[in-house]
């Protein structure tokens, strides 16, 4: 269930996405951290400090020790679905949020087919006990900094296409980029 301040720091993960240098292997992705108490712990996005292969939810959970207590019972924000198959690291993003103590993730925009063929993210930390909630009414506002990714999705293959119906509804919410 959304919680109130849900859409707020939804709203902050979004802010960060667009920091993100565009690549086009990558999503522009950004997280943010909440203690269990609502406030601010940690937060990061894609290629952060060009580290051209960071994901936003690794950076934000680096700039913690593994044993941070404020971990335990925190909510991840996350614009896009985490990670569950990676090639450029050892550990996927849904992997590091398990091994964390992280209790919730957030986020607002599942995983196209796109670079991976089915991202488990979801499934994985729903299925390891943890709650997840998507906020679909974030996924345009989400995928918008993803816009130099629109090749990509247009590339007409099946999987790719609903992925590019949503990014259509995402440029339109920013169509003065
Ligand atoms: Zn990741």
């Given at each position: 269930m959304p919680e109130p301040d849900d859409e707020r720091w939804m709203d902050a993960a979004v802010e960060l996405a667009w920091r993100c240098p565009p690549s086009d292997s990558a999503y522009s992705v950004g997280a943010v951290i909440v203690t269990a108490d609502g406030s601010r712990l940690a937060d990061g996005y894609s290629?952060?400090?060009?580290?051209?292969?960071?994901h936003a939810e690794e950076s934000a959970l680096s700039k913690l020790g593994p044993d941070d207590s404020r971990l335990r019972g925190a909510t991840i924000y996350s614009?896009?679905?985490?990670?569950?198959?990676?090639?450029?690291?050892?550990?996927?993003c849904t992997q590091l949020i398990l091994a964390s103590g992280i209790s919730r993730v957030v986020l607002a925009w599942r995983e196209p087919s796109l670079f991976v063929a089915d991202c488990q993210g979801y499934e994985l930390l729903a299925q390891a006990g943890l709650a997840v909630s998507e906020l679909p009414g974030f996924a345009g506002r989400a995928q918008?900094?993803?816009?130099?990714l629109a090749f990509l999705f247009q590339s007409g293959t099946a999987r790719a296409q609903s992925a590019t119906i949503v990014t259509n509804s995402g440029l339109r919410g920013r169509s003065s980029y």
């Open positions: 290629r952060e400090d060009d580290d051209d292969r960071v614009t896009l679905e985490p990670c569950s198959v990676r090639k450029s690291r050892p550990r996927s918008a900094p993803n816009r130099h």
